[in-house]
C-alpha cells in the first residue's frame, strides 16, 4: 500500500514524452515537481480513510471515469507566481466539472486532515474561501478556486531577473508543438511511495474515450 493517493492528469504521446525528459532532466529546477512526475492534479494527494482500501478506491476510480467523457482545450506555456507551467486557454467549464467530479466522487476515501496539518498547509493571504476548502476537501485549489496546471518548474528566483527569462526560452525551445488541444481521455491513479515519488498505478479510460 502507498502512504498517499492522488488522481492526475498525466499526458501520453509527444506531451508526454517532453514533460518526462523535462522533469528527468536533472535540473536544479525541476528537482521538486519532479516528485509528483509530469500531471496536472484533479484531486490532490490524500492518505486512505479508516476501513477503505486500496482495491476499493481502484473499483471507485474505474467507475468514477466510466462515467465521464473526455475534455479537450489548448495549453500555453505561462509563469503562475514564480514557476512555470502549462495553463489551459479558452473556456475551462467543462474541465472544471471534471475536476469537480473527482474531488466530491472520490472524497470518502481521503482520510480527514488533523489539526496540526490543518495549519502545517495554511499559507500567508490565504483567502477565506481557501481555507474552507482546506478545511472540507483537505484541499484550497478545488471547486471555483481550481486552475488546471502541468508543473513543468519549482520556483524560480527573480533575482537576476534574467533568470525567469532564460528559463522560459529554454522551455519554449524544448514544448511539443501545443496547436493541437489537449485531449484529457482517462484519469491516472497515483501514489506515492515510501521514499515520497509518485508513480502511475493505473490509468482508467473515460467513458466517451
Not at 493517493?5 to 498525466?10: E, G, P, R, S, V
Not at 490524500?46 to 467523457?69: K, N, P, T, Y
Not at 508543473?151 to 528566483?157: A, F, N
Request: some cysteine; overall charge neutral; charged content about 20%.
Amino acid at each position: 500500500m502507498y502512504q498517499r493517493y492522488a488522481i492526475y492528469d498525466c499526458p501520453e504521446g509527444a506531451l508526454g514524452a517532453f514533460g518526462s525528459a523535462w522533469l528527468g532532466s536533472g535540473r536544479a529546477t525541476v528537482a521538486r515537481p519532479a516528485r509528483y512526475g509530469f500531471h496536472a492534479t484533479l484531486k490532490a494527494p490524500f492518505a486512505l480513510s479508516e476501513g477503505e482500501s486500496e482495491a476499493r478506491l481502484v473499483d471507485a476510480v474505474s467507475a468514477l471515469a466510466a462515467g465521464l467523457s473526455p475534455v479537450a482545450f489548448k495549453l500555453e506555456l505561462a509563469r503562475l507566481g514564480g514557476f512555470f507551467a502549462l495553463v489551459p486557454q479558452g473556456d475551462t467549464a467543462a474541465l472544471n466539472r471534471l475536476a469537480r467530479s473527482c474531488v466530491q466522487e472520490l472524497e470518502a476515501f481521503r482520510a480527514p486532515m488533523t489539526a496540526a496539518e490543518y495549519e502545517r498547509k495554511l499559507r500567508p493571504g490565504m483567502s477565506a474561501q481557501k481555507r474552507e476548502n482546506l478545511k472540507r476537501w483537505g484541499y484550497p485549489y478545488v471547486l471555483e478556486d481550481f486552475r488546471y496546471h502541468l508543473t513543468l518548474t519549482g520556483p524560480v528566483p527573480p533575482v537576476p531577473p534574467a533568470a525567469r527569462e532564460a528559463v522560459r526560452a529554454e522551455l519554449e525551445a524544448a514544448l511539443p508543438d501545443l496547436a493541437a488541444p489537449h485531449q484529457i481521455t482517462s484519469l491516472c491513479l497515483c501514489g506515492e511511495d515510501s521514499a515520497g515519488q509518485f508513480h502511475i498505478l493505473q490509468r482508467f479510460g473515460l467513458g466517451g474515450a
